[in-house]
């Protein structure tokens, strides 16, 4: 069992393949998860649902999931191969479902795997996860028994979902010509029928399903990744492109140039679209490492944005806390709890863009998706830095870095208006600021700058690289 142990991550199950993830620890899992679920809910009659990502080693993951399930006593629904907010769909709209298990690694590489848990129409946090490991650890057999077919049943909600979404949608996207990239992950199952269903023209690109990910791998945050559906836009003349990760609950857009747009930059066109047809002034949610312009733009409607720390736990959490009807992250996760359930659905999330353009377009069919990023037009903005720095040296680090800006607030030449440290610190200056924060899995330091202009963001970051520097070589 102790193998299994750092298998137990923050927000989900996650590691090798046959390492850290085995069909044992996956059965066993299936009735730890039974015995906290009947803790939490007081109920033994419970029904689950259960998905599968693309990888090869997912079947055999899911049939001994399954059999730990029904061997724990629950009746199981199996959804078979579907994107992970396919599985989050089934819990709140199953009114008999309890969870949804959704075995997937998301962006991983094709080696690894994983097994994000819902309850209470959230995703477990690390408490919860630390709950289930120890009741897993309890209960351990190596005795693995068979599935209990008499309670199971095989059930395709994608139907249902695209009917749903059609429903919501109608023909919004009549006209328009999109670009769709899924990765030969999930996505390829849902979104490029949905698109057409909603009038789009769709160019298709690996939407066969192969966790060998043979043409690039599944990530839209890694610009590596965007090449081939960055050319596709521009070749195609379409209006957008759409790329998914590995289990589809994070999106990429591509603009009509053929540039991806930054998580930040595409929550602002969210935000101020939502705004517009909102009578009361929502509030936002997003994290430190998005750009002063959209809190600032955000704020100057009225709405108001909301910082958080980084992750998608502090987001959901950050969301339930202020009764916010949207949030996002750099990576792309996005979350809709207007006119939606609240959680990251990157197949949803496409369907908001191809409405907003297509409305656009009706006003002007000249538009363009970049012409709604005239905010960030005033700035310049570095990519994400990593600083080295071991992982037992961080805390230290920090302490000495804010000690010393606090006691030389002209250090970086310009104005400090103020300190935000809720996830490392975040220093705001007069059009922009600097970020640094501890990687949670990497020994780094990520950071980020954003200033009035080129010249002025490098300044700002050299000064912060040199005296990083100088504190790790005292």
Partial sequence: MQKYEHAFGKNDIRGIYNQDITEELYYNIGIGFVEWLKKKSGKSDMTLTVCRD??????SLADALISGLTNAGAKVIDLGLAPTPIGYYSEVTMPEVISAMIITASHNPSEYNGLKMTYQHQTLNEARIKEVKELTFA?????LKPVRKSLVKDYDIIPVYIEDMKKRFKDTGKGLKIVVDSANATGG???????????????ELYSEPD??????????SDLKTLKDIEKSVVENKADVGIAYDGDSDRIGVIDTEGKPLTGDK????????????????PAVVSEVKCSQVLFDTINNTGAKAIMCKTGHGYIKEKMKETGAILAGEMSGHTFFKDRYFGFDDAIYAGCRI?????KNKKIN???KIQDLLEPFNAVYTSDEVRFPCPNEMKKQTMETLKDYVNKHPDMFGCEIKDIVTLDGMRIVFDGGFALIRQSNTEPVFTLRFEAKTKEQCEHIQNCMIEKLKNILNK
Avoid: M, Q
Avoid at 54 to 59: E, I, N, T
Avoid at 139 to 143: A, I, K, V
Avoid at 214 to 220: M, S, T, V
């Fill in 189 to 203: 199952l849902v979104g490029p029928k949905l698109y057409r269903e909603l009038g789009c023209e769709v160019v």
């Fill in 211 to 220: 966790g060998r990910f043979p043409n690039h791998h599944p990530n839209p």
């Fill in 54 to 59: 693309a990888r090869l080693h997912s079947p």
């Fill in 139 to 143: 209960n351990w057999t190596s005795d």
């Fill in 354 to 358: 191809i409405e907003i353009i297509a």
């Fill in 365 to 367: 069919p000249a538009f």
């Fill in 266 to 281: 595409l929550l602002l066109i969210y935000a101020l679209d939502l705004i517009s047809e909102c009578d009361i002034k």
